[in-house]
């Protein structure tokens, strides 16, 4: 099991707005990061310190997070978004990983 | 602009000692800006963190627990490369092995924003 608790799958129509969430306690004190991979890629960044976006991510995607939940928002949904999102952090000097949320895009 | 490529033994047999390297091109494994890391991902499963190397004059490795035992990450600066070493495999270390590249800042040390390409390694008998 992860440290991090995501939804394993989560859908949304073409253009519409979908938000992936990220749940545990290291999520109190440290940021998230939250990474797309799609099949046979490597992950790609896409969002760190919770709602920053790396050059290049379009601005559809955003971040946020309360307590102990991050969110990774995606306004008006494309169809290349359709991947597995994966959220991380830091747990003193180790790294977490979510389990990961399967996107698929109707 | 930076790139990562893996490179090491795409099987192995059970008890063996994986060896891999990451060589690092438009960028330097002896920068203070960044740590070099290793996250591994079984297949059909997730992302699992292994272990993160630093070094600018003095060396810092942090490694996952459940791991910490096996693994060794270090780096060669003449070479611009840093490897990871996990002994004694099982079938259970069966993973597209990715090396990454993360940044020496405590609010976001864990956004690794290079990554490479991955290598699949089996554990096989």
């Known amino acids: 099991s992860s440290d991090l608790t995501q939804d394993p799958a989560v859908s949304v129509a073409l253009g519409q707005t979908v938000r992936i969430t990220c749940q545990g306690n290291?999520?109190?004190?440290?940021?998230a990061s939250w990474f797309q991979q799609k099949p046979g890629q490597a992950p790609i960044l896409v969002i760190y310190?919770?709602?920053n976006r790396p050059s290049g991510i379009p601005d559809r995607f955003s971040g946020s997070s309360s307590g102990n939940t991050a969110s990774l928002t995606i306004t008006g949904a494309q169809a290349e978004d359709e991947a597995d999102y994966y959220c991380?952090?830091?747990?003193?000097?180790?790294?977490?990983f979510g389990g990961g949320t399967k996107l698929t895009v109707l | 602009q930076v790139q990562l490529q893996e490179s090491g033994p795409a099987l192995m047999k059970p008890s063996e000692t994986l060896s891999l390297t990451c060589t690092v091109s438009?960028?330097?494994?002896?920068?203070?800006?960044?740590?070099w890391g290793w996250i591994r991902q079984p297949p059909g499963k997730g992302l699992e963190w292994v272990g993160s190397?630093?070094?600018?004059?003095?060396?810092?490795?942090y490694y996952d627990p459940s791991l910490k035992s096996r693994v060794t990450i270090s780096v060669d600066t003449s070479k611009n490369q840093f490897s990871l070493k996990l002994s004694s495999v099982t079938a259970a270390d069966t993973a597209v092995y990715y090396c990454?590249?993360?940044?020496?800042?405590?609010?976001?040390?864990?956004?690794?924003?290079?990554w490479g390409q991955g290598t699949m390694v089996t554990v096989s008998s």
């Open positions: 290291s999520l109190r004190r440290y940021s």
């Open positions: 190397f630093y070094y600018s004059g003095s060396a810092s490795a």
């Open positions: 438009g960028g330097s494994t002896g920068s203070s800006s960044y740590y």
């Open positions: 310190g919770d709602n």
């Open positions: 990454a590249r993360h940044p020496n800042v405590v609010s976001t040390w864990h956004a690794f924003d290079i």
């Open positions: 991380n952090s830091r747990d003193g000097n180790r790294v977490v």
